[in-house]
């Protein structure tokens, strides 16, 4: 079992960044495919980003691209996501989430441990 506790949400104004930490616990993040999703009022979850430990691939979705980074800390067992430039589009929930034994895909359904999300609202 892995456990994964999001936090670094909050309430910025448009152009500022923000900083998620997903912190995993139970087994080593070390080959697990390990994403961050979000979901906005009313929509479907989506992929945002992700990355793949085992082959170092990384992947974003096209809106946040040249914006958000995504990286990982495998002494802390921790994935972070860096998100710059932040328009009020980017509002949501932000979960992340892990995969065991398959490469990163945006399929929400493929992912075998979520954590409880935390809340980016970005004003204008």
């Known amino acids: 079992q892995v456990q994964l506790v999001e936090s670094g949400g909050g309430l910025v104004q448009a152009g500022d960044s923000l900083r998620l930490s997903c912190a995993a616990s139970?087994?080593?993040?070390?080959?697990?495919?390990m994403t961050w999703f979000r979901q906005a009022p009313g929509k479907e979850r989506e992929f945002v980003a992700g990355?793949?430990?085992?082959?170092?691939?990384?992947y974003y979705t096209d809106s946040v691209k040249g914006r958000f980074t995504i990286s990982g800390d495998n002494a802390k067992n921790t994935l972070y996501l860096q998100m710059n430039s932040l328009k009020p589009e980017d509002t949501a929930v932000y979960y992340c989430?892990?995969?065991?034994?398959?490469?990163?895909?945006?399929?929400?359904?493929?992912?075998?441990?979520w954590g409880q999300g935390t809340q980016v609202t970005v004003s204008s």
């Open positions: 989430a892990a995969a065991r034994g398959r490469a990163v895909t945006s399929v929400s359904s493929a992912y075998d441990y």
């Open positions: 139970g087994r080593t993040v070390s080959g697990l495919a």
């Open positions: 990355i793949d430990w085992r082959g170092g691939n990384i």
